[in-house]
């Protein structure tokens, strides 16, 4: 949810910076700026839509420093002049922004009444105003940005960029901010995350919340914001190294994504008995586990938590990170919390790991971003090593890291091994799998169900979650009404909502409730719904269509997911929408 991008340097600043913004395109936007400096003017390019080809900017050569931004709209429209950056009055220097500031309509009177004047409907703008109000007594940007900082609420990070200098300072609370530096110390990158300048430098400095960085005189200096105390830091070399983001001949990164799970699951376990060993004896132990999560990675925390409650046989309760009040007085020492995360920046979730850290509970993570604030704050620290995630709608990261949790679980009760096995079984299944002529059954049912708005998916016992998430899949983007159901609800409520023709999806593994999901499928079917049942169990009689996952087992919610990320994907290029950039939706989350 909006990327910053800032360059020092010898190369052209437009390029880099463009090439920079590009790469945090996944974490979703609206409207794009960036703004260079030369000849001691700053020079601001702003666009709503889509960050062109840099060949498309306004060119100026000679310029080697400057920032960029992604804006996703929070407070007003998406217009060109509400895009960051945002000059100050005096066009002295420009601020960008991510994140909420919470008082913003109280700093806005206050600077109203002091004669300040607002050109945009941004919060952005009050921080701008802010500093200026600072400056008239405090001649330094920084220290002015410092204190100015210190009046707002809510989780902000600043990027600020000085016409007379080469100067950028910036500001990290909340929203991530990581500084990159060249090993010959001739550019300096600061950014939303490592991937955006991962092909120009592997050294970093990772920064913490109320943490300053300035870049001035090609020299890189950090200080606490709370004091404005100047304070040491580590550089630290991290791959990814030269990430290559390519469709690689696909049409978009969303069926590229899909099709690397047949590798992707088996990477995300790419642990040894040792490297799990200390979390596991942790969990023996822990009076209570709890997974927590939101969004897809919730739903990924829900699985992780059956696999530890089923296979490990522990106390493991799924919490939505978003609804975590009625638990801060519950946890605390001796119990474990597991996030799971795509970004590792999910405001909801580090909020709900700050006051779960503060209680003395101890905390694991499996994320897929390196350096990232969730993986700081844990004492066990796990990657999904999904590699880049750039479509939006997350489908390869989730089964990343239902595997690891199925591993995880195994693990606790001396059956690392064979989970191993297992799950190389699994992906080895999947190497077979993304058939043309799958695609084209599905392609088929597309057809049929296309004009339909309301659909439902039925799931049960280790289903239940993929019911939830193969929902949230094809709604992202479809922009259909899909919902997902726990199949033991039906006759509680749900059948009423099926009517003749109603698309009703039915998960059906061989398993314990194989014959629960068959008698919920003949319920609807003879209420008219068009049924189609998805699993490792076809011979049924009350299904029109089939689409076959591999059977897999415990690990049938991994291959049980893929058909709905598929129908999700041909459904949405039917329907003409953006693939990898669904509307109104963010990769990252890191407002709440």
């Not at 004091?227 to 978009?252: M, S």
Request: hydrophobic residues 40%; contains cysteine; negative net charge.
């Amino acid at each position: 949810m909006c990327g910053i991008f800032g360059y020092i340097g010898d190369k052209d600043a437009e390029k880099v910076i463009t090439e920079g913004l590009k790469r945090l395109e996944y974490r979703g936007y609206d409207s794009w700026g960036i703004a260079v400096k030369k000849d001691d003017k700053i020079h601001i390019h702003k666009k709503i839509g889509e960050i062109g080809d840099v060949e498309e900017i306004k060119q100026l050569p000679g310029a080697f420093v400057g920032i960029g931004h992604t804006r996703w709209a929070t407070h007003g429209g998406v217009t060109k002049n509400n895009a960051h950056p945002h000059f100050s009055t005096d066009m002295s220097f420009v601020v960008a922004q991510n994140g909420i500031v919470e008082n913003f309509q109280e700093l806005k009177s206050m600077l109203e009444e002091k004669g300040f004047k607002f050109e945009t409907q941004t919060d952005t703008e009050v921080i701008v105003r802010l500093i200026e109000l600072k400056l008239r007594d405090i001649k330094e940007l920084r220290e002015a940005a410092r204190l100015a900082f210190l009046d707002l609420k809510g989780r902000n990070t600043i990027i600020i960029l000085e016409q007379n200098t080469d100067h950028i300072i910036a500001i990290r609370n909340g929203s991530p901010l990581v500084a990159g530096i060249s090993a010959d110390r001739k550019e300096y990158f600061l950014a939303s995350d490592i991937l955006s300048f991962a092909h120009h430098t592997d050294q970093v400095v990772f920064m913490n919340d109320y943490q300053m960085v300035e870049i001035k005189d090609r020299k890189l200096s950090l200080f606490e914001v709370e004091n404005g105390n100047e304070i040491e830091y580590k550089i630290q070399k991290v791959e990814p190294g030269e990430v290559n983001i390519d469709k690689e001949g696909h049409e978009h990164f969303m069926i590229k994504e899909i099709i690397e799970q047949q590798y992707t699951i088996k990477e995300a376990t790419n642990y040894t008995k040792d490297e799990l060993a200390e979390l596991v004896e942790a969990l023996k132990s822990a009076k209570n586990v709890y997974t927590v999560g939101a969004g897809t990675a919730g739903y990924a925390a829900g699985q992780i938590a059956y696999y530890l409650r089923k296979i490990a046989k522990l106390n493991a309760v799924e919490l939505k990170s978003y609804e975590m009040e009625s638990y801060k007085d519950l946890i605390g020492e001796g119990d474990i919390m597991i996030a799971i995360s795509q970004s590792g920046e999910t405001a909801d979730t580090i909020e709900a790991l700050e006051f779960t850290k503060k209680n003395g509970a101890k905390i694991a993570s499996i994320v897929n971003m390196m350096g990232s604030t969730t993986t700081r704050m844990s004492d066990y620290k796990f990657y999904s090593r999904s590699g880049p995630e750039i479509c939006v709608a997350s489908t390869k990261a989730f089964t990343a890291q239902v595997s690891w949790g199925y591993l995880l679980a195994n693990a606790v009760v001396d059956k690392f091994e064979e989970a191993k096995a297992n799950i190389a079984k699994v992906s080895e299944s999947l190497q077979n799998y993304f058939t043309e002529e799958l695609f084209e059954q599905i392609k088929s049912l597309v057809d049929r169900i296309k004009d339909q708005e309301h659909f439902f998916v039925l799931g049960r016992g280790m289903n239940y979650y993929v019911s939830l998430e193969g929902a949230l899949k094809v709604k992202e983007i479809t922009y259909k009404h899909f919902e997902g159901f726990a199949a033991g609800e039906l006759k509680h409520g749900v059948i009423a909502l099926v009517d003749k023709g109603t698309p009703v999806f039915c998960i059906v593994s061989d398993d314990e409730v194989k014959n629960d999901m068959v008698s919920a499928a003949a319920e609807v079917n003879a209420r008219g719904a068009f049924t189609v049942g998805i699993g490792d169990n076809p011979k049924q009689a009350f299904f029109e269509d089939f689409i076959e996952a591999p059977q897999a087992g415990d690990l049938s919610p991994i291959t049980n997911v893929i058909p709905f990320q598929l129908i999700s994907y041909f459904l949405g290029v039917v329907l003409g929408n953006n693939i990898d950039k669904p509307r109104n939706l963010a990769k990252s989350v890191t407002v709440k």
